[in-house]
């Protein structure tokens, strides 16, 4: 197949889909077409990539034009769409839950969307495993961040010192990217208390953390009063391929304390507050200040720390693009049938059954050729 990888043009988007090594594997069986410089944000120069086999295109509209399967890291943005085409392959991170204009124009233009968030092994999210890591490890970072007074924060140090009590900091979802938070925030001395709806979650977080975590089931009640005494929020709430449910309402905020901080890491599939549901912010200008609240919506937190999580990334998704390479969609699923529960549009419709409730459209089951 021809597999091209086009340069990441979200705000301060610096991944790659794929590192050098993973191209050496694919050059194997497949042509590789990179965007010149597509590497560059990650420290891999266009060198490394003609050195593993690839060859080197000036524009992404060469990429696009040329390539059967593009291979990436976030969803097409607008600018992209002009190369959508009936059949073209596009294995990336989607998230359409939360985007209907990128659905219809998939389902229009009848492309094949490989989605990697929706792509389930034995319950779990192989391929959104590895961002949620960072995600929630960078969600501590960045809520530390915010609190302090140059940022505009309430002036609060998370481990506080003997004698000062630490910071509150409430996560809400126990799954990877909560245990990822909590593990940096008990790291750095805060109190955590992790709310989830999921007792065998929660279950494991306290056998992970003894001692140091506070658990509480998830209801709104429950929310609202660990919110109302929160320093630091931080939402990782998931129904797989959903849309976000807003568990985080508005009336709960503006109890918060002035300079308080939400991390709606959930923001990518729509957001988990009222107030940033549809109000994604980027790196460039990551918060905006709502009831004296300090919210932070960034919905590609991994890309600052490119170099990490373009390996992690690239680990995790060459395994799958590598199948469907050498044999081709079709065959590449009857091995690997879990990419079937990644395939989010086939041949004009919604082949995903939560994206086509979530977003009223259409659903047909993929009917693979
Ligand atoms: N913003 C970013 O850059 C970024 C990066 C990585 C991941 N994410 C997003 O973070 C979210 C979480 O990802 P994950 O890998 O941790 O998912 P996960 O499936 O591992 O964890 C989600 C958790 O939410 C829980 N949950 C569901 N309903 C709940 C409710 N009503 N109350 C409390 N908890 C509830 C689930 O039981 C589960 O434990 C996803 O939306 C993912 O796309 C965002």
Redesign the pocket.
């Given at each position: 197949m021809i597999i091209g990888i086009p340069k990441e043009i979200k705000d301060n988007e610096y991944r790659v889909a794929v590192v050098p090594g993973a191209v050496k594997e694919l050059a194997k069986h497949n042509t590789i077409y990179i965007e010149k410089g597509a590497g560059l944000g990650s420290g891999i120069t266009d060198q490394e990539y003609i050195d593993a086999g690839a060859k080197v295109l000036d524009s992404s509209k060469e990429v696009w034009e040329k390539s059967e399967f593009i291979y990436k890291v976030k969803e097409p943005l607008e600018e992209e769409y002009q190369y959508l085409r009936e059949g073209l392959i596009v294995y990336t991170y989607f998230?359409l839950a939360g985007n209907k204009a990128l659905a219809e124009e998939l389902v229009k233009r009848k492309v094949i969307s490989i989605a990697y968030?929706t792509l389930q092994l034995d319950n779990k999210?192989p391929l959104?495993?590895p961002?949620?890591e960072?995600?929630?490890r960078m969600a501590v970072q960045e809520g530390a961040r915010f609190l302090t007074i140059p940022e505009g924060g309430r002036g609060i140090l998370l481990q506080g010192v003997p004698g000062v009590r630490p910071a509150n900091v409430v996560i809400?979802?126990?799954?990877?990217?909560?245990?990822a938070a909590t593990r940096i925030a008990i790291g750095m001395g805060a109190r955590v208390t992790v709310?989830?709806?999921?007792i065998d979650?929660l279950t494991a977080i306290t056998n992970i953390f003894p001692d140091k975590v506070e658990t509480l089931y998830?209801n709104p009640l429950n929310?609202e009063e660990a919110v109302e005494h929160a320093d630091l929020v931080i939402s990782?709430?998931?129904?797989?391929g959903r849309r976000?449910?807003q568990?985080i309402k508005e009336n709960y905020v503006k109890k918060m304390k002035k300079g308080s901080v939400i991390v709606d890491?959930?923001?990518?599939?729509g957001g988990s507050t009222d107030l940033t549901k549809d109000h994604p912010t980027t790196h460039s200008d990551p918060t905006f200040v709502a009831h004296d609240v300090i919210h932070y919506a960034?919905?590609?937190?991994?890309?600052a720390v490119a170099t990490t999580s373009t390996y992690a990334l690239s680990n995790a998704t060459t395994k799958y693009a590598r199948a469907i390479g050498d044999m081709g969609l079709k065959q590449a699923c009857e091995k690997f049938p879990e990419i079937i529960s990644a395939i989010n549009t086939y041949d004009g419709y919604i082949s995903f059954e939560p994206v086509s409730e979530d977003l009223d459209m259409e659903y047909k089951q993929a009917n693979i050729k």
């Open positions: 998230h968030e999210l959104l495993r961002m949620s960072i995600a929630g809400v979802g126990a799954g990877t990217v909560g245990t709310l989830d709806v999921n979650a998830s929310i990782t709430v998931l129904i797989p976000t449910p568990l890491v959930a923001i990518d599939q960034v919905a590609n937190i991994p890309g």
